[in-house]
C-alpha cells in the first residue's frame, strides 16, 4: 500500500548545526510529496511542497528534493535555529485515479530540538 | 483572514457520552478531512468529505460519525462506541481532490475521557 516512513527521533542539534530528516515512501503512480511543521500545541502547517520527479520545494531556509529513483524526500536545512524546533512530518498525496481517498497519507513525524 | 477553526481546544469527556467537535473554513474549499493524533503514530485519516452531503470513511471510522451539510462546515462527532478517544484531533480542508493541492490545518481540539 501507499506509506511514508521518516527516520525515528527526537532529533537534537546544536543551533547552527546542519539538519537533515529523512523520509522514503511506497506509492502507486506518481504522489506529490509535502513537509509539514507542526509547533507545540498547534495544527500543522505546510513547509514545502514538490510535485514531480527532480522538483526542489524550498521555503524558509528548508529544501527537499523528490528523488523518484531511491523514493525519497529528505528534508535539510543549512543551519538551524532554536525557533525550528517542532516535529515534522512528511506526507504524500495520490492521484484519485490510481485509487486514491484523496487524502494526505502522513509518516509518524520527526521530532526536532535545537539548544542554544 | 481566512482559514480553519476548529472548537473548542480542548474538550473533556465523560466515558458514555457523544461529544462534538466543530469544523468550520472560510476558504471556500471543496475538500475537508478529520485526522487523529496520537503521541509517536502520526496522522490517521477519520473520515473526509469531498463535496457537500457526501463523505467517506477514513481508515479509522469506527465510532465517529460525520455531517457535511454546509460548504464550510463539517462537525465530528465521537460517539460512546469510540473505545479509545483521548486524542488530539485535528481538522483540515484542500481546494479539492487534486494531486498537487495542499491541505490547510486548524489548531486542533485536544479530547481527553474523564
Known amino acids: 500500500g501507499n506509506s511514508v516512513t521518516q527516520m525515528e527521533g527526537p532529533v537534537t542539534l546544536s543551533e547552527e548545526a546542519f539538519l537533515t530528516i529523512n523520509c522514503t515512501y511506497t506509492?502507486?503512480?506518481?504522489?506529490?510529496l509535502f513537509w509539514y511543521v507542526q509547533y507545540p500545541g498547534e495544527g500543522l502547517q505546510l513547509l514545502l511542497k514538490?510535485?514531480?520527479?527532480?522538483d526542489k520545494g524550498s521555503n524558509k531556509g528548508f529544501e527537499a528534493t523528490y528523488r523518484k529513483e531511491t523514493t525519497s524526500f529528505h528534508l535539510e536545512k543549512g543551519s538551524v535555529q532554536v525557533s525550528d524546533s517542532a516535529v515534522y512530518f512528511c506526507?504524500?498525496?495520490?492521484?484519485?485515479?490510481?485509487?486514491?481517498?484523496?487524502?494526505?497519507?502522513f509518516g509518524k513525524g520527526t521530532k526536532l530540538s535545537v539548544k542554544p | 483572514d481566512g482559514g480553519i477553526t476548529q472548537s473548542p481546544k480542548y474538550l473533556f469527556r465523560k466515558e458514555g457520552q457523544n461529544v462534538t467537535l466543530s469544523c468550520e473554513q472560510n476558504?471556500?474549499?471543496?475538500?475537508m478531512y478529520w485526522y487523529r493524533q496520537d503521541p509517536g503514530q502520526g496522522l490517521r485519516l477519520i473520515y473526509y468529505?469531498?463535496?457537500?452531503?457526501?463523505?467517506q470513511k477514513g481508515d479509522i471510522a469506527e465510532g465517529y460519525s460525520v455531517s457535511r451539510e454546509k460548504k464550510e462546515s463539517f462537525p465530528l462527532t465521537v460517539t460512546s462506541a469510540q473505545k479509545n478517544p483521548t486524542a488530539f484531533y485535528l481538522c483540515?480542508?484542500?481546494?479539492?481532490?487534486?494531486?498537487?493541492?495542499?491541505?490547510?490545518f486548524g489548531q486542533g481540539t485536544r479530547l481527553t475521557v474523564v
Open positions: 483540515a480542508s484542500s481546494r479539492g481532490a487534486g494531486f498537487d493541492t495542499e491541505a490547510f
Open positions: 506509492a502507486t503512480g506518481y504522489p506529490s
Open positions: 514538490a510535485t514531480k520527479a527532480d
Open positions: 506526507a504524500l498525496r495520490i492521484p484519485m485515479e490510481f485509487g486514491s481517498q484523496g487524502n494526505l497519507i
Open positions: 476558504l471556500n474549499h471543496d475538500a
Open positions: 468529505s469531498q463535496i457537500v452531503n457526501d463523505f
